[in-house]
């Protein structure tokens, strides 16, 4: 099949039309930014992964040893003494 | 919705630590005036309505970023930034298409068969063409850019340019050719 001449491909090419640039293009780039408690509802906070992996680690951590039970004490194997040497150290106070 | 230029770090000296910031009223300005511009290339480069979003959205808050790096003597602000974009885009398609060799001239072979549609046909045609291709005919034939002008914002040299549109073309008469216009009669 022959090329298209200049004048055919411009003709062509004119079909092809580019849209106008949609309107939330605007509110993206220029929307107010959101006052008081909307600002803090709407905020956002950037956490690098090291830290997040460390304070997940904490937190796993805090919650395993807040979960573990106390071991319990028994008084069973206490016994009372069967002998007892006291010893009385007096102070210097006392010996004079 | 908050946003992308409140978005941008405050510092004390205004919304960022660049001293060269643009005023944001420059910015609003610059948009109303050559969002469409911006957008038609953006589009026409990606072939993709969410893809021209992003780029012409990052186009707008660079010129706000790095105004400094615009200088009226070297070209107006309509043509700054298209050669914003066209980086962007261009930088954008390396990061897609990472095994391919950014290539002057290739060219796919555009499946336009069964296309019953003429625009579609277009489209498909010059997404065919590499990207530096691309970007030639689509500032020439749409935006109306001189080769001078695309020189430019391509950053190269005017019969670089010239020879890129040359292929270009000989591209889509080649394959276009089965979409002949009707002969209207005058």
Same mark, same amino acid.
């Given at each position: 099949?022959?090329?298209?001449?200049?004048?055919?491909?411009?003709?062509?090419?004119?079909?092809?039309?580019?849209?106008?640039?949609?309107?939330?293009?605007?509110?993206?780039?220029?929307?107010?930014?959101?006052?008081?408690?909307?600002?803090?509802?709407?905020?956002?906070?950037?956490?690098?992964?090291?830290?997040?992996?460390?304070?997940?680690?904490?937190?796993?951590?805090?919650?395993?040893?807040?979960?573990?039970?106390?071991?319990?004490?028994?008084?069973?194997?206490?016994?009372?003494?069967?002998?007892?040497?006291?010893?009385?150290?007096?102070?210097?106070?006392?010996?004079? | 919705?908050?946003?992308?230029?409140?978005?941008?770090?405050?510092?004390?000296?205004?919304?960022?630590?660049?001293?060269?910031?643009?005023?944001?009223?420059?910015?609003?300005? *610059?948009?109303?005036?050559? /969002?469409?511009?911006?957008?038609?290339?953006?589009?026409?480069?990606?072939?993709?309505?969410?893809?021209?979003?992003?780029?012409?959205?990052?186009?707008?808050?660079?010129?706000?970023?790095?105004?400094?790096?615009?200088?009226?003597?070297?070209?107006?602000?309509?043509?700054?930034?298209?050669?914003?974009?066209?980086?962007?885009?261009?930088?954008?398609?390396?990061?897609?298409?990472?095994?391919?060799?950014?290539?002057?001239?290739?060219?796919?072979?555009?499946?336009?068969?069964?296309?019953?549609?003429? *625009?579609?046909?277009?489209?498909? *045609?010059?997404?065919?063409?590499?990207?530096?291709?691309?970007?030639?005919?689509?500032?020439?034939?749409?935006?109306?850019?001189?080769?001078?002008?695309?020189?430019?914002?391509?950053?190269?040299?005017?019969?670089?340019? /010239?020879?890129?549109?040359?292929?270009?073309?000989?591209?889509?008469?080649?394959?276009?050719?089965?979409?002949?216009?009707?002969?209207?009669?005058?």
């Amino acid at each position: 099949m022959q090329p298209l001449n200049d004048d055919e491909l411009k003709d062509l090419l004119r079909a092809w039309r580019a849209p106008r640039a949609p309107d939330h293009l605007k509110t993206m780039l220029f929307a107010p930014r959101p006052r008081g408690w909307r600002r803090l509802l709407t905020a956002s906070v950037t956490v690098p992964v090291p830290v997040l992996l460390l304070a997940l680690i904490l937190l796993t951590t805090l919650f395993y040893f807040a979960r573990k039970p106390a071991r319990a004490v028994s008084l069973a194997d206490f016994q009372p003494a069967k002998e007892l040497n006291v010893r009385v150290i007096r102070s210097n106070y006392e010996q004079h | 919705m908050q946003g992308i230029l409140d978005a941008l770090p405050v510092s004390s000296n205004g919304r960022t630590g660049n001293t060269h910031q643009m005023d944001e009223s420059i910015v609003r300005q *610059a948009f109303e005036e050559h /969002k469409d511009a911006v957008y038609a290339f953006a589009w026409r480069m990606t072939n993709c309505t969410a893809a021209a979003d992003d780029l012409t959205q990052d186009c707008f808050v660079e010129l706000f970023r790095q105004s400094n790096s615009f200088n009226p003597a070297r070209g107006n602000l309509r043509n700054y930034l298209l050669g914003v974009t066209r980086n962007l885009a261009l930088k954008r398609w390396r990061k897609e298409n990472r095994f391919l060799a950014f290539d002057d001239d290739f060219a796919h072979a555009a499946a336009l068969d069964g296309l019953a549609d003429t *625009a579609l046909a277009v489209a498909a *045609a010059i997404q065919s063409l590499s990207p530096l291709q691309r970007e030639v005919i689509i500032l020439f034939e749409y935006e109306g850019l001189t080769l001078q002008e695309i020189a430019a914002i391509t950053e190269g040299e005017t019969g670089t340019v /010239k020879s890129r549109l040359y292929r270009a073309r000989e591209n889509l008469r080649r394959a276009l050719a089965s979409f002949r216009p009707v002969n209207r009669g005058f």
